[in-house]
Structures are given as structure tokens and as C-alpha cells.
């Protein structure tokens, strides 16, 4: 059984920084992908960033270079570092896992965690 379980999220202050995680089981972070969405309120679920099983990133065009992505593969989990944070970040972060290459269209990743809340306070 898969499972991704997101934690970190929060309410932090317009320019503050913050670490997600995402522990993932029953699949290995080296032999997949895992990516990062977010769901913003009224908006559809965006791709954020993504990392291969080798370690090759990809970031949402919004990203802007603030936000970083990366693993251990040791632990087995994901982490995205989000930086200068503002407003337009406020979302309920995803991450997902799938065998194979990286989608920015989150229809095609097969397991999902239960999102972990970012809140930015102005």
C-alpha cells in the first residue's frame, strides 16, 4: 500500500520561509517521481515541482526560483523549500508519486498525499 503523508505546512509571516515534507511508503523515492501541486481557494490543483528518480528537477513557471525541491533518499521522503513566501501562496500543498517520468497535469500521478495547509500572513 502507497502512502504520502505531507507535513510542515503552516502560517507564516509575507517574506518568512518554510520546509514541506513528504514521506512516502510502499514506493521508493529513488525508483520514482514525486512532485509537488498545490490547490489554492477557487483555483484548480498546479503544478509546483517535481523531481525524478535521478534527481532531475522541475519547477511550475511561477516559481521564479523561491522555491526549491529535493530528497533523501534514505528516509525516503521529499521535501520542497518554499522562500519568500507571500500572499499567492496561500494553498493546501499536495505531493504525489508515479512510476516514470514527471506530469505537470496532476491527473496523471497515481498517489496522492492528504496536503498540508500553507498560510501567509500579510
Known amino acids: 500500500q502507497v502512502q504520502l503523508v505531507e507535513t510542515g505546512g503552516g502560517l507564516v509571516q509575507t517574506g518568512a520561509s518554510l520546509t514541506l515534507s513528504c514521506a512516502v511508503s510502499g514506493h521508493s523515492v529513488n525508483g520514482n517521481a514525486v512532485a509537488w501541486f498545490r490547490q489554492a481557494p477557487g483555483k484548480e490543483r498546479a503544478f509546483v515541482a517535481g523531481?525524478?528518480?535521478?534527481?532531475?528537477?522541475l519547477y511550475g513557471d511561477f516559481v521564479k526560483g523561491r522555491f526549491t525541491i529535493n530528497k533523501d533518499n534514505a528516509k525516503n521522503t521529499v521535501y520542497l523549500q518554499l522562500n519568500n513566501l507571500n500572499s499567492e501562496a496561500r494553498a493546501v500543498y499536495y505531493c504525489a508519486v508515479r512510476g516514470g517520468v514527471i506530469y505537470l497535469v496532476d491527473t496523471i500521478w497515481e498517489h496522492w498525499g492528504q496536503g498540508a495547509q500553507v498560510t501567509v500572513s500579510t
Open positions: 523531481i525524478s528518480y535521478i534527481g532531475q528537477t
